[in-house]
């Protein structure tokens, strides 16, 4: 008797148990991990979470930073991310050595003349005047594989050069600018805030020899991708949509208030509230949504320049999200 | 040189040493071989690190990187003494563990921290990882050398008070190797916050090192090196209490070496 | 067979397992990310004149950097060790100093040194340093009293007594050093090279890893594997032949 009473009361126990966790499921917000590249327009999903948007649309988001774009993918790869953001060099690569991610939504965009977040620079002491000048010097970008790369080889491919005649360097962005102001580099690619650091700097005597990733801007190409795997997409359509319209929320507030941009900058980027004044999203579509047309330009310069031997198809890389 | 002095130095010799590295560091400034932009003086690196320490962001930061290295570092020890004594134990494992270890030693823990990430993500188990397979060698390769090196004189006199071979192991030939592990293990202090600075850096979302990297990128050069002088206070502190832990342990061999002074 | 080689069969045992153990889990990921033994085996086929001419950079930068601390940091150790108050101020400055990761100094590193070979070797050197100069430091502070008491007895100068007690009775501890040292003089050339990249197995590595060739990055991480055998083996030899003396004496026993 006493067993069986026992019995009864660990199976209620365990029912009880059971119900209870999947009620606290049913009632908890959906998960979403998201491993990110600190840059620019990454502000607005972190100003968004700061602000409670998540949760007000229902997601317990989190947000993982991690060093440099492969990292990112690694952490989308090993599933410690749902979602990771990043230039879209990284994940194409990614997806091009078996790892099945997706890119769906697009956050900045450059267009020429004047909206490009990207740029080629040699010191003075260099004696480089232009991108022609560049032949057998030392030339820096920050990572393998990245958009650096691709927009050295493709600007240098305008002159009718190649990375095999020059010597490279790679080095982190913040390291870049002692390297150049020392010897060390001739030249290198970089982007905000340290472009603004070189330029402001008399010692350095910086020469700008080309801006933007790809030489031709006509039209605006995009500059980064959130990403998924295919598997995550596939199942979680509608938290990937939430997520898309709290960015979109927190982007168009951004833009309109100034203030509100400058602080997300000094608080998440840690600028000083002085390099804040100059700062600015690098946003010219409104739109987030990315097409195979987008990622084709960038496969199509990856190939031209001998970073990939083609051919690719871009319609594979993209899974287009509408919001 | 007057005994005085000598004891009033070593009574002050932290601050001493801080007052040195602090001293040649503002030398060079003052020469000023690079780029102030490069290489801030010392007062502004203090003034920066003392902004840093009153938001507490520091602070978090130290505590996590400093716990994760103290962790590290035991669980290091104690699976390298252990791997020390079963090598002591059979020769077949012992030649084991060491192709093992001679495969794994010149593996550096950067290369380690990108394919560690696929498999273990990036929390504590990747810290655990690194850390473990970095730190554990000093311990252990000190402790094979040590109990291997045990006198015979000690032994045989173990052996005549009637002692098992565990009883030798346990009773002679650990203390006596005790000092050449502590060695090992002050070593591995030093290796541990390494690898869980480094770790941080390549794959961190908190910690000293992750803070490193965050302040580099947004070109705040001052706090990157008073975050650096903070790096490197750590290591004394780390080690000191690793020193108290052998003075506890091995306060025999200490007293024995200081009296012949 | 003698007991030697038999010993030496058995204990490939455990490598063994643990290769097979990874093969297994590799299987069970399925993912380009984690290849297992045989994927790397086939990509070591695939690489190795690549790799083996970037090791070679590697290795000479090994070597310079190494040889510079050796040259230095015995010398200081055992002075340190044996003037006990300078070497008693000066421990905690060496805690600091040993403390400080290479992906932190080598940005300071680079002020000075650049981004070329120099710096690479400095940056070696400094952490070749520190096992040096910690071993011997410690072994020359540890030296028995009565080793003391006989240079004493026998009027030895202070230099004398570093040549001809502290050195020679310290060496077996400042051989572990040496190994530890070079192990880490090969270890930092590599991460050098993957964060000052220009070229070397390190950069081979980074751009492995940047491009998602796992395979390739894990097979030039053998080749690391394998060059640390071939330099720890070598010391090996050197300490047996070098430190018969104490090898003889730990082991009359036998």
């Known amino acids: ?323 | 040189m007057i005994p005085g002095i000598a004891v009033l130095a070593e009574k002050f010799r932290v601050p001493i040493c801080i007052a040195l590295v602090l001293g040649v560091w503002q030398i060079v400034f003052v020469l000023g071989v690079v780029n102030e932009k490069y290489f801030p003086s010392i007062p502004t690196i203090a003034v920066a690190f003392g902004q840093m320490l009153t938001d507490g962001s520091v602070i978090a930061a130290w505590a996590t990187t400093f716990l994760r290295a103290l962790i590290g570092l035991i669980g290091a020890a104690l699976l390298g003494v252990a791997l020390a004594i079963v090598s002591d134990l059979s020769p077949i494992l012992s030649r084991g563990i060491r192709y093992v270890s001679d495969v794994l030693q010149p593996i550096p823990p950067a290369a380690f921290v990108p394919m560690a990430v696929f498999m273990l993500g990036l929390g504590s188990k990747l810290y655990a990882f690194v850390i473990i397979l970095v730190t554990v060698w000093p311990p252990y390769l000190n402790g094979v050398a040590a109990l291997a090196g045990v006198g015979p004189v000690q032994l045989n006199t173990g052996r005549m008070f009637g002692l098992t071979n565990w009883g030798l192991l346990w009773r002679v030939k650990l203390p006596a190797a005790l000092p050449e592990i502590f060695t090992g293990i002050r070593y591995a202090a030093t290796i541990s916050l390494i690898a869980v600075i480094v770790s941080e850096m390549l794959a961190g979302r908190d910690g000293i090192g992750f803070m490193i990297f965050k302040k580099a990128f947004a070109m705040r050069t001052p706090e990157v090196f008073g975050l650096m002088f903070l790096v490197a206070i750590n290591g004394v502190l780390l080690n000191g209490l690793v020193n108290l832990l052998r003075r506890g342990l091995t306060g025999w061999h200490m007293r024995m070496m200081e009296r012949s002074e | 067979m003698t007991r030697q080689t038999r010993i030496a069969l058995w204990g490939l045992l455990v490598p063994l397992a643990i290769l097979a153990l990874w093969q297994v889990a590799a299987m069970l990921q399925r993912t380009p990310l984690f290849p297992g033994p045989g994927k790397v085996a086939l990509a070591i086929w695939a690489n190795y004149p690549v790799i083996l001419r970037e090791l070679g950079i590697t290795l000479l930068r090994a070597v310079v950097g190494f040889g510079l601390a050796a040259v230095t940091m015995i010398p200081l150790g055992i002075f340190l060790g044996r003037v006990r108050v300078i070497g008693r101020v000066l421990e905690p400055l060496m805690d600091m100093l040993a403390t400080l990761p290479p992906p932190a100094i080598i940005p300071l590193v680079m002020l000075f040194a650049g981004t070329g070979d120099g710096a690479k070797v400095v940056i070696i050197a400094y952490a070749a340093a520190v096992p040096l100069l910690m071993n011997t430091y410690e072994a020359s502070h540890s030296i028995h009293p009565m080793l003391s008491r006989v240079a004493r007895s026998l009027h030895l100068s202070r230099f004398e007594t570093m040549r001809l007690i502290d050195l020679p009775s310290s060496l077996p501890m400042i051989a572990t050093g040496a190994r530890l040292a070079i192990a880490s003089s090969l270890l930092v050339s590599v991460t050098s090279e993957m964060l000052l990249a220009t070229n070397g197995i390190g950069t081979f590595l980074q751009r492995s890893q940047e491009t998602f060739k796992i395979d390739a990055g894990l097979a030039g991480i053998a080749f690391i594997s394998l060059a640390g055998i071939i330099v720890n083996a070598g010391v090996f030899r050197l300490e047996k032949n070098w430190l018969f003396w104490h090898y003889r004496d730990q082991r009359p026993a036998e």
Request: one cysteine or more; hydrophobic letters at 50%; a negative charge.
């Open chain 1, 1 to 323: 008797m006493a067993k069986i009473i026992r019995r009864a009361v660990l199976g209620g126990v365990a029912v009880a148990a059971l119900v209870g966790s999947s009620l606290a499921a049913w009632a908890e917000d959906a998960k979403l991990t998201v491993a990110y590249f600190l840059a620019d327009s990454m502000l607005p999903a972190l100003y968004a979470q700061e602000k409670g948007y998540f949760t007000e649309a229902g997601l317990d988001a989190e947000f993982i930073a991690v060093q440099g774009g492969p990292a990112v993918v690694s952490a989308v790869a090993a599933g410690e991310a749902d979602v990771g953001y990043a230039a879209p060099v990284p994940p194409i690569n990614g997806r091009l050595n078996g790892v099945p991610v997706k890119m769906f939504l697009q956050l900045s965009q450059e267009v020429a003349p004047d909206k490009t977040y990207t740029w080629l620079v040699a010191s003075g002491a260099s004696g480089i005047k232009d991108l022609a000048g560049v032949k057998g010097k030392k030339i820096g970008f920050n990572a393998n594989g990245g958009l650096c790369e691709l927009m050295w080889r493709d600007h240098l491919a305008t002159v009718g050069l190649t990375m095999d005649d020059v010597e490279t360097v790679v080095l982190p962005f913040p390291e870049q600018e002692a390297a150049l102001e020392q010897g060390n580099l001739d030249a290198t690619c970089t982007i905000n805030p340290f472009h603004a650091s070189m330029g402001g700097n008399a010692n350095l005597g910086a020469v700008e020899i080309a801006t933007g990733t790809l030489a031709d801007l006509s039209t605006p190409l995009m500059n980064d991708a959130l990403f998924a795997s295919e598997d995550w997409l596939a199942a979680n359509g509608e938290t990937a949509i939430k997520l898309a319209q709290v960015m979109d929320r927190a982007r168009k507030e951004l833009l309109a208030d100034r203030t509100a941009l400058e602080g997300a900058a000094v608080q998440f980027m840690e600028l000083t509230p002085e390099a804040a004044k100059s700062f600015s999203l690098p946003i010219v579509n409104e739109s987030m949504v990315i097409t195979a047309a987008d990622v084709q330009r960038i496969l199509d310069a990856m190939v031209k320049t001998g970073m990939h031997p083609g051919p690719l198809d871009g319609a594979e890389f993209v899974s287009e999200l509408k919001y």
